[in-house]
């Protein structure tokens, strides 16, 4: 694959980096929010991204019937990338994960209300994947959908659903048939305001000095959906969710935050001194951040296998690349802590405090960053998932593996 970028892509990204520019708002932009940057959970948010629809940067690889341009997906990388490395809200969920879903499996009534409003950035989603007993085994998932009429009736509970308490609609799995594991799942869409869903708040070790992070549990108590709102074939959810999964693995853990957070570090290690000597000329540090550099390049070349190959996928029709999508996660969130950890180290014992903090080297992004990449390690579904997934679909190995 070729890792260069040509010459309309770099204007692409020319005129992106211009545009976050003049739109700069501490109060859409947050680096010290992490991964968790990208959702858009508040009014500023919500605006920004319209801003983004208005530009047509949204949905740029869907086909021209559905409102898109059918762009390469290198498009929206570069506009994600750049979101990401500012702190900002970014397109995964909706475009990426619901809309390519609703594209390739949703009936067309589910595409004509939900694309144009995707789109336009009207509606946000949560999505509801993990129970208390299946968090990353989401084929375990048992929260009941049971055939009422022309519809069914959900009973059960969610957890560490994340935008749940900001959502329009909950993209949700339930299982319809107790006698299959793999192809008893169904994927419903349900309007979070159903009056028979509660949420309740979870607040994470990730936050700002204001506060934690909150992601969510969800009660769903005899709520009924019609069949209008089932995407795809019944029983057939969790091959959906393992293809959106795959794209999550990809577009919900960008490299850009990854790249900004290690030139905060570069940039500390430039200008500290201890001592009066100054923290650069040390042999071994140098040698730890040559070594952080080296591989984030690897994370960064990871990252452009999985979109080299899910560019190929879309353009051949099959499905989204699976162990590449799992390669990238595994090492990037993993580097992403050794990063972590070398911040703490190089900084000192002042980078145990939070993050904000004036006197605090590199103003406590250290601190921050340390406990955000434990978060990301999780999400999407967690190490050892990937490993599985790597040695089974890779490498071949039994399961008992």
Same mark, same amino acid.
């Given at each position: ?57 949204? &949905? ?145 070790? &990730? ?29 057939? &959810? ?119 903090? &004036? ?43």
């Amino acid at each position: 694959m070729d890792f260069e970028l040509d010459d309309e892509i770099v204007a692409f990204a020319r005129e992106v980096e211009e545009f976050l520019d003049a739109h700069h708002d501490p109060d859409v932009f947050d680096v010290t929010r992490e991964n968790m940057a990208q959702i858009v959970d508040t009014p500023a948010r919500r605006a920004f991204l319209k801003k983004l629809a208005e530009r047509g940067w949204l &949905g740029m690889t869907w086909p021209r019937e559905w409102g898109g341009q059918e762009r390469p997906g290198v498009y929206e990388y570069v506009l994600n990338e750049a979101l990401a490395h500012r702190g900002g809200p970014q397109t995964g969920k909706g475009v990426g994960i619901i809309g390519k879903t609703i594209l390739a499996h949703g009936s067309e009534r589910l595409k004509r209300e939900f694309l144009p409003k995707i789109l336009a950035a009207e509606i946000e989603f949560a999505v509801g994947y993990s129970e208390p007993e299946a968090g990353s085994d989401a084929a375990s998932m048992r929260l009941r959908a049971v055939r009422d009429g022309d519809g069914w009736r959900l009973d059960g509970q969610k957890v560490w659903t994340t935008s749940a308490h900001f959502a329009d609609w909950y993209w949700v799995g339930a299982r319809t048939n107790p006698d299959s594991k793999h192809h008893g799942i169904t994927l419903f869409l349900v309007p979070m305001d159903h009056p028979g869903i509660t949420v309740k708040p979870i607040w994470t070790m &990730g936050g700002a000095p204001m506060g934690a992070e909150r992601t969510n549990e969800v009660y769903l108590d005899d709520v009924w959906v019609s069949d209008d709102y089932v995407v795809g074939e019944v029983d057939k &959810g969790f091959q959906y969710i393992s293809q959106a999964l795959d794209l999550e693995r990809f577009s919900m853990f960008t490299f850009g935050p990854i790249d900004e957070r290690l030139e905060t570090l570069v940039e500390h290690v430039r200008t500290a001194t201890v001592d009066g000597v100054p923290v650069r000329e040390d042999s071994g540090t140098r040698r730890r951040l040559a070594r952080l550099v080296t591989e984030a390049e690897v994370a960064r070349l990871l990252g452009l296998r999985v979109l080299d190959a899910s560019m190929r996928s879309e353009r051949d029709g099959g499905a989204p690349p699976t162990t590449e999508a799992s390669e990238y996660k595994l090492y990037a969130t993993q580097f992403s802590q050794r990063l972590a950890d070398a911040s703490m180290d190089l900084g000192g014992p002042g980078t145990q405090l939070r993050v904000g903090t &004036g006197s605090a080297p590199m103003r406590g992004r250290a601190e921050s960053t340390y406990r955000y990449t434990v978060i990301d390690t999780i999400g999407g579904g967690t190490s050892q998932v990937q490993r599985n997934i790597i040695s089974r679909r890779r490498l071949g190995l039994p399961r008992s593996f």
